[in-house]
């Protein structure tokens, strides 16, 4: 079985920043993607941010140079630095990856974390 497990969510102003964690744990021979995504009150979630095999990362347009993805394979670790944030980045924070574990490949989710943005 594979977990997600966030962290580093919380309350910040208008053009601070936070760094999410995401560390995945389990009988996990291989990790193909992990991505954030979030979902804000009554909107669907959208896809944030993702880094693949190789380090190939992709960013959703609203978050391109304010947001980084970066992950830490020894660790299976995903972070997500956010600066400059604004009031419309606040949503529950997912992570989500692809993971090849005990023989099966399949999709995981994280619990969430909530971000905040408010003066």
């Known amino acids: 079985q594979v977990q997600l497990v966030e962290s580093g969510g919380g309350l910040v102003q208008p053009g601070g920043s936070l760094r999410l964690s995401c560390a995945a744990t389990?009988?996990?021979?291989?990790?193909?993607?992990m991505d954030w995504y979030r979902q804000a009150p009554g909107k669907q979630r959208e896809l944030v941010a993702q880094?693949?095999?190789?380090?190939?990362?992709n960013y959703a347009d609203s978050v391109k140079g304010r947001f980084t993805i970066s992950r830490d394979n020894a660790k299976n670790t995903v972070y997500l630095q956010m600066n400059s944030l604004k009031p419309e980045d606040t949503a529950v924070y997912y992570c989500?990856?692809?993971?090849?574990?005990?023989?099966?490949?399949?999709?995981?989710w994280g619990q969430g974390t909530q971000v905040t943005v408010s003066s």
């Open positions: 880094i693949i095999s190789g380090g190939r990362t």
């Open positions: 989500h990856a692809f993971v090849l574990a005990l023989g099966s490949e399949r999709y995981y």
């Open positions: 389990g009988s996990i021979s291989r990790i193909n993607s």
